[in-house]
């Protein structure tokens, strides 16, 4: 984990993180980059000629520049890599230093102002020099960040964060925990059957909800005692008003299947 992300507050977040643009090591090191170059040139170009004293010498030295070029050239991209400008849902934070931290850190609530200049270069290639002014003695109150990568969208968090802090009505709703079950479709009850028999079928309600017994009218009353076949044939118009109260067949089914039984009644 990065230097300053361990010394972010509980409940402190990382909104936006920069840092400058690689122009700026670039601007740092480029007479020592045109040094490299040279000297090795010179170490190549003493290598072809004969052994001596001189061109000894002048290899020694080449190798001397060389070296000390490329060593301050990655010191400069060292420092370049931990360098750490963040901001966060409270505060600003700038942290440099490889082996030395050097930190400096505002809160959001201090800040007065912003200026961001760009240059048509800084626009080409994203980068600028923001000033920002805030209410705090130290260094005037004002934290710059020259040649800044991505200075556009650094400020655009900044401010942003900022208004939360002073509106927290603007601040997004928390995200619920969790889904919220969707309500089970209760199926309603069935409907009393409505056969065609010669007898009166009584609807039992469910014990939770004690009803009447309905009485189903008679289609037709039986002029005598119903005989075994015709026993039969109630069950079947029992059972069949049974299937189609449950969906298992269609209405017209029904119908069909109940005047074939009471014909043969």
């Known amino acids: 984990m990065s230097y300053a992300r361990t010394l972010l507050s509980r409940g402190e977040e990382v909104i936006f993180e920069s840092r400058q643009h690689w122009f700026a090591v670039l601007a740092r ?7 490299t170059i040279l000297s090795l040139a010179v170490v190549l170009w003493s290598a072809g000629l004969d052994s ?6 002048i290899q020694i030295i080449s190798l001397v520049v060389l070296i000390g070029s490329l060593g301050r050239i990655g010191w400069m991209v060292l420092a370049w890599r931990n ?6 849902n409270r505060r600003l934070i700038k942290a440099e230093g490889i082996f030395n931290k050097e930190m400096a850190d505002s809160g959001l609530e201090k800040v007065n102002d912003a200026h ?5 270069l800084g626009r080409i290639f994203d980068y600028g020099t923001l000033d920002i002014l805030t209410a705090a003695e130290e260094s005037a109150g004002i934290q710059d960040y020259e040649m800044l990568a991505d200075p556009v969208k650094f400020k655009i968090a900044m401010l942003n964060q900022k208004e939360r ?3 927290p009505e603007l601040a997004p709703a928390p995200r619920m925990q969790g889904s919220v079950a969707a309500p089970t479709m ?3 009850d069935p409907m009393p059957p409505r056969a065609g ?3 009166v079928a009584e609807v039992r309600p469910p014990a939770s909800e004690p009803l009447p017994p309905v009485a189903v009218p008679v289609a037709a009353p039986a002029a005598a005692p119903a005989s075994p076949p015709a026993d039969e044939l109630v069950a079947r118009l029992e059972s069949l ?3 189609r109260d449950r969906g298992l067949i269609t209405p017209e089914e029904y119908d069909t299947k109940k005047r074939d039984i009471l014909e043969r009644m």
Do not use: P
Request: hydrophobic share 45%; net charge neutral.
């Open 29 to 35: 090191t480029w007479a020592f980059v045109i040094a």
């Open 52 to 57: 001596g004293v001189g061109q000894q010498a």
């Open 83 to 88: 360098q750490e400008y963040l901001v966060t």
């Open 116 to 120: 961001l200049t760009q240059s048509l």
């Open 165 to 167: 802090l002073d509106r």
């Open 186 to 188: 209760q199926r309603a």
């Open 197 to 199: 028999s010669d007898r």
């Open 241 to 243: 008003a049974s299937l």
